[in-house]
C-alpha cells in the first residue's frame, strides 16, 4: 500500500477523555501534515512536519493539541481533556516540498479519522 | 477575511452544461494553486494544478488571474461523476501551510 494510512477511521469518546490519532505517509514524502475538517468546512490547517520537525502550528491549536512526528515517518495527534466542539475529521497528508510544477506541495491525504466527542 | 473565498453553491446543473467555479485568495505571495475534488465522506483528492499560463485536463480547464488574485475551474460537458464539492487551495512557495476555501458544491443531474 503506497497511500496515506490513518488509524482509527472513527473514534467516539466522552468529552474528557483523551484521544490519539496515527497517520503512516508515503514513505517517499518528508512533510506531513494535520487538517481537521467540519461539515461544509474545507479542511483547516492544524500543523506539519518536515522529517521529524514540527514547523509550524496554527493559532487556533489549543495546548491541548499536541503532534509528534519522532522518527521522521509515522506521526501521532493527541488531543487531551476532549470537549465537543472536538468532533471534526481528523485528515493526515503528506508531499514533498519544491517549486510549483513540479509536482511538490501537491498534498496526499488518508482516508481521516472521524472523532466524535459526546 | 478568509485567505480564501469560494461561492458555496450549491450548482445544480444538467448534464452536458457547461459550470465554472471561481476563487479568490487575498495573500499576493501565493504561488501555488490547486484545485481538488471531495467526494461526500471522502478525502479531499487532487483534480489539477493551476499554473500560470492557464491549463487544461480533457473538460476541465483552470486559469490563473494574478493580478486580481483569483483562480477558475469551467467543466465542460458535464457528467453526473462530477458531482462532488471543488476545493480551491492556494500555497505560498515552499511554505508549509495549503489554505483550503470552503468549497463549491456541483450536483449535476440527468
Known amino acids: 500500500d503506497t497511500g496515506v494510512s490513518q488509524d482509527p477511521r472513527h473514534k467516539i469518546t466522552k468529552r474528557g477523555q483523551n484521544v490519539t490519532f496515527r497517520c503512516d505517509p508515503i514513505?517517499?514524502?518528508?512533510?506531513l501534515y494535520w487538517y481537521r475538517q467540519t461539515l461544509g468546512q474545507g479542511p483547516e490547517f492544524l500543523t506539519y512536519f518536515q522529517n521529524e520537525a514540527q514547523l509550524e502550528k496554527s493559532r487556533l491549536l489549543s495546548d491541548r493539541f499536541s503532534a509528534e512526528r519522532p522518527k521522521g515517518s509515522f506521526s501521532t495527534l493527541e488531543i487531551q481533556r476532549t470537549e465537543q466542539g472536538d468532533s471534526a475529521m481528523y485528515l493526515c497528508?503528506?508531499?514533498?516540498?519544491?517549486?510549483?510544477?513540479?509536482?511538490?506541495?501537491?498534498?496526499?491525504f488518508g482516508a481521516g479519522s472521524r472523532l466524535t466527542v459526546l | 477575511r478568509k485567505e480564501v473565498e469560494q461561492d458555496p453553491g450549491p450548482f445544480n446543473v444538467p448534464e452536458g452544461a457547461t459550470v465554472a467555479f471561481n476563487c479568490t485568495y487575498s495573500?499576493?505571495?501565493?504561488?501555488?494553486f490547486f484545485w481538488y475534488r471531495q467526494d461526500c465522506r471522502k478525502e479531499p483528492k487532487l483534480l489539477m494544478s493551476v499554473y500560470s499560463s492557464g491549463n487544461e485536463d480533457g473538460r476541465f480547464t483552470a486559469q490563473l488571474n494574478r493580478a486580481s488574485q483569483y483562480i477558475s475551474l469551467l467543466i465542460r460537458d458535464s457528467k453526473l461523476s462530477d458531482s462532488a464539492t471543488y476545493l480551491c487551495?492556494?500555497?505560498?512557495?515552499?511554505?508549509?501551510?495549503?489554505?483550503f476555501g470552503d468549497g463549491t458544491t456541483l450536483t449535476v443531474k440527468p
Open positions: 514513505s517517499e514524502h518528508n512533510r
Open positions: 487551495v492556494v500555497n505560498i512557495l515552499n511554505a508549509g501551510k495549503s489554505t
Open positions: 495573500n499576493s505571495a501565493s504561488q501555488s
Open positions: 497528508a503528506s508531499s514533498f516540498p519544491g517549486h510549483p510544477g513540479t509536482g511538490a506541495n501537491v498534498l496526499t
